[in-house]
Nanobody, 127 residues
Framework: QLQLVESGGGLVQPGGSLRLSCAAS????????IGWFRQAPGKEREGASC????????TYADSVKGRFTISRDNAKNTVFLQMNNLKPEDTAVYFC????????????????????WGQGTQVTVSS
């Protein structure tokens, strides 16, 4: 069965850190660009960051630039999102998604091109 599974979410105080993981099973993650998306209550899902299949390039939304770092370990079929200096506005369900690309690049839109999605992990930033 082809699936992505996110983990690492939780409750953290403002200024704290979390590390999310996105593990793939049933397919080789190394040929896919991976994006991290998030959806806050009452808001549309938005892209936060993505990484190219080899890991050589990454893209960040302005709202997370300088605070979030995306990385991947293709040998372990896993992608990570290190989130530092978290803010209450980062509270959302975080999803990872896989995008089969012909080039070693990544994009966060359109979201419809993402082939596989995880079930999401909740991140809550609150004091």
């Amino acid at each position: 069965q082809l699936q992505l599974v996110e983990s690492g979410g939780g409750l953290v105080q403002p200024g704290g850190s979390l590390r999310l993981s996105c593990a793939a099973s049933g397919f080789t993650l190394g040929v896919y660009a991976i994006g991290w998306f998030r959806q806050a209550p009452g808001k549309e899902r938005e892209g936060a960051s993505c990484i190219s299949p080899s890991g050589s390039s990454a893209t960040y939304a302005d709202s997370v630039k300088g605070r979030f770092t995306i990385s991947r370990d293709n040998a372990k079929n896993t992608v990570f999102l290190q989130m530092n200096n978290l803010k209450p506005e980062d509270t959302a369900v975080y999803f990872c998604a896989a995008d089969l690309r012909l080039s070693d690049t990544c994009v966060l839109s359109p979201q419809e091109r993402m082939r596989y999605w995880g079930q999401g992990t909740q991140v809550t930033v609150s004091s």
